[in-house]
């Protein structure tokens, strides 16, 4: 009997005090941007059942890509979406992650390998001091 009485009281110490074993998870901030360029991403909490996201559109010609970020519903992530943009129609992908401003990363493509293995010899050279002489 002391013993159920003795884990009742941690129960009711714990619910008062605020320590419960499933904390209740509070609302995330993204950071909101439209498609305008250059993007000033500002930092913005979310409505209930949202999550973070980066929606990428591209024109249906190909020759134009657009961007924004911000909140999106959670079931709105894996649908592709349609969005018109100064008189130009886009088809629209979301990239959606749940942790706080985790939408701060662009589309941007990682360099090429091309790219990569002319810039670390020349990064190198000029690092350590060494000379080109053409």
């Excluded at 990428?56 to 924004?68: A, L, W």
């Excluded at 088809?91 to 701060?104: G, K, P, S, T, V």
Aim: charged share 15%; glycine share 10%.
């Amino acid at each position: 009997m002391g013993l159920s009485r003795a884990f009742l009281g941690v129960l009711f110490l714990s619910g008062t005090l605020g320590l419960t074993t499933s904390p209740s998870r509070g609302r995330l901030r993204c950071y909101t941007c439209n498609f305008a360029k250059p993007c000033y991403p500002v930092p913005t909490e979310c409505q209930e059942g949202e999550v973070c996201g980066v929606s990428v559109g591209t024109s249906e010609q190909k020759e134009d890509v657009i961007e924004r970020k911000g909140c999106l519903p959670r079931a709105q992530c894996p649908l592709l979406g349609h969005a018109t943009y100064w008189s130009r129609s886009y088809a629209l992908r979301h990239q959606c992650c749940e942790q706080d401003l985790c939408n701060a990363a662009g589309s941007q493509r990682p360099p090429s390998l091309p790219l990569i293995m002319t810039l670390l010899p020349l990064s190198a050279i000029f690092g350590w001091g060494a000379h080109i002489f053409l």
